[in-house]
């Protein structure tokens, strides 16, 4: 099931016209009309809120049996919307170990900046003390 798909049949479970379902979203009912037709790409702030609305995480609302869901923020899109597009488990693969690789490089750059932090506060105590002794000698 497509995920305009489960919006339509979560709105139809709850018992909301498009109507009610647009105004809870603050949008035009038109606008809502055109993301239960498939027809209007939805952002991730705009799944976010959607999701909100049913009660559930976004990734039960996003979450694809027959297809894998990739998410580009921003590109060439000048007002970041994002695009959700389908690919390959070949893709998956391929984009997970990118994803896990930037991870990897996140938790080094966080490690050395724990350290450079840890380095930087023995700096400022050994100075804390270097100006106590300064004005112990003045006194």
């Known amino acids: ?12 479970i709850n018992q909301w016209s498009q109507e009610e379902m647009a105004e809870k979203l603050s949008m035009s009912p038109n606008g809502y009309a055109k993301i239960e037709r498939g027809q209007s ?5 705009k799944l976010q809120q959607i999701a909100n609305v049913f009660n559930i995480d976004m990734g039960e609302l996003i979450a694809c ?6 998410f580009s923020l ?9 695009n959700g597009h389908f690919g390959t488990n070949e893709a998956l693969t391929a984009e ?6 930037l991870l990897e490089m ?5 490690a050395q900046k ?3 932090l840890a380095q930087k506060d023995a700096e400022i105590i ?3 003390e270097i100006i106590e002794l300064l004005k112990s000698r003045n006194s």
């Open 1 to 12: 099931m497509e995920v305009h798909e489960k919006i339509r049949v979560m709105r139809e």
């Open 41 to 45: 790409s939805i952002n991730l702030d």
């Open 65 to 70: 049996k027959d297809r894998t869901i990739f």
């Open 74 to 82: 921003g590109g060439d899109n000048s007002n970041n919307v994002t």
């Open 96 to 101: 997970n170990e990118k994803l896990n690789s």
């Open 106 to 110: 996140k938790d080094i750059l966080l």
């Open 114 to 116: 724990d350290t450079l």
């Open 126 to 128: 050994a100075l804390k």
